[in-house]
């Protein structure tokens, strides 16, 4: 009913940047919270960043300063910018959203995952 398909991951060395993206699409009727998760080898899944409709965010202390996130509520997508990428910034990241969809007469909110997308941070 709704996909979240994320794109821009990949290999860069210590220092270097990186631009995520995630597109929502399907039955949607308004996105609240969009953002990113990620999930390192024999860890949990964590917080990154997230942005609210209205622009607030929360994010994780370790990538304040370097990350940034946006979004373009017209094409439900969000962005996020990693620059002076650390090797400990390697992970699975997972694209977040809590979409609001109309099932029938009712509207209801649920959260979505995207697929994830490796980023690996060595040089």
């Known amino acids: 009913q709704v996909q979240l398909v994320e794109s821009g991951g990949g290999l860069v060395q210590p220092g270097g940047s990186l631009r995520l993206s995630c597109a929502a699409s399907?039955?949607?009727?308004?996105?609240?919270?969009m953002g990113w998760f990620r999930q390192a080898p024999g860890k949990q899944r964590e917080l990154v960043l997230t942005?609210?409709?209205?622009?607030?965010?929360d994010y994780a202390d370790s990538v304040k300063g370097r990350f940034t996130i946006s979004r373009d509520n017209a094409k439900n997508t969000v962005y996020l910018q990693m620059n002076s990428l650390k090797p400990e910034d390697t992970a699975v990241y997972y694209c977040?959203?809590?979409?609001?969809?109309?099932?029938?007469?009712?509207?209801?909110?649920?959260?979505?995952w995207g697929q994830g997308t490796q980023v690996t941070v060595s040089s």
């Open positions: 942005i609210a409709s209205g622009g607030s965010t």
């Open positions: 399907g039955s949607i009727v308004m996105i609240n919270d």
């Open positions: 977040y959203a809590r979409v609001i969809t109309r099932q029938g007469v009712a509207v209801m909110a649920n959260d979505y």
